[in-house]
T-cell receptor, first 111, second 112 residues
Framework: GQQLNQSPQSMFIQEGEDVSMNCTSS?????WLWYKQEPGEGPVLLIA?????ELTSNGRLTAQFGITRKDSFLNISASIPSDVGIYFC???????????FGEGTQLTVNP | DGGITQSPKYLFRKEGQNVTLSCEQN?????MYWYRQDPGQGLRLIYY???????QKGDIAEGYSVSREKKESFPLTVTSAQKNPTAFYLC???????????FGDGTRLSIL
């Protein structure tokens, strides 16, 4: 099945820095979701986006649904050590259809 | 996520053995999914079910089987035909149209 192109694959940053990651696709999605996964746990939903151009925040996290509906971005401001984990994007073409996942961005934050 | 229970957390399989992973939800969600996650890789869809007594194959269904006899339960059987079963298995539910998917805490399956 198709995977989304998620980048970067990994990031090593200092505490306090801002982080950006993105997902792109060759086809249109009508819903974009961002998840965070910590070791040994299932992914947890961070932000859900339902409209092209939508910009949504959740604390220090901000995500955008690209105008073309083929991409999405996640930004984390002022990173802290507990931001460490793997971040996944997921796209959904139509309501009720299955998700297509990116391969994840491994984030490491050095204190 | 609360309301989705996967068990066991860790499971070991002997060669030639079938094992069943449990997924139970009390969220009254219609749709349930099974994903497999391998180290350093994204999630791949094994099977999914949008209503009771109905399910469809995902991208990597070979060597797996499921049932959906009750809305609350969607067990996944890893059969002996699955030659590389070692992975992290995630059960997911979805309430309905335009609703995000919610994940269980996963089961890690290893070969003895």
């Amino acid at each position: 099945g198709q995977q989304l192109n998620q980048s970067p694959q990994s990031m090593f940053i200092q505490e306090g820095e801002d982080v950006s990651m993105n997902c792109t696709s060759s086809s249109i999605f009508n819903t974009w979701l961002w998840y965070k996964q910590e070791p040994g746990e299932g992914p947890v939903l961070l932000i859900a986006l339902y409209k092209a151009g939508e910009l949504t925040s959740n604390g220090r996290l901000t995500a955008q649904f690209g105008i073309t509906r083929k991409d999405s971005f996640l930004n984390i401001s002022a990173s802290i050590p507990s931001d460490v984990g793997i971040y996944f994007c997921a796209g959904q073409r139509t309501s009720g259809s299955r998700l297509t996942f990116g391969e994840g961005t491994q984030l490491t934050v050095n204190p | 996520d609360g309301g989705i229970t996967q068990s066991p957390k860790y499971l070991f399989r002997k060669e030639g053995q079938n094992v069943t992973l449990s997924c139970e939800q009390n969220l009254n969600h219609d749709a349930m999914y099974w994903y497999r996650q391998d180290p350093g890789q994204g999630l791949r869809l094994i099977y999914y079910s949008q209503i009771v007594n109905d399910f469809q194959k995902g991208d990597i269904a070979e060597g797996y089987s499921v049932s959906r006899e009750k809305k609350e339960s969607f067990p996944l059987t890893v059969t002996s035909a699955q030659k590389n079963p070692t992975a992290f298995y995630l059960c997911v539910t979805q309430q309905g149209l335009n609703q995000p998917q919610h994940f269980g805490d996963g089961t890690r399956l290893s070969i003895l």
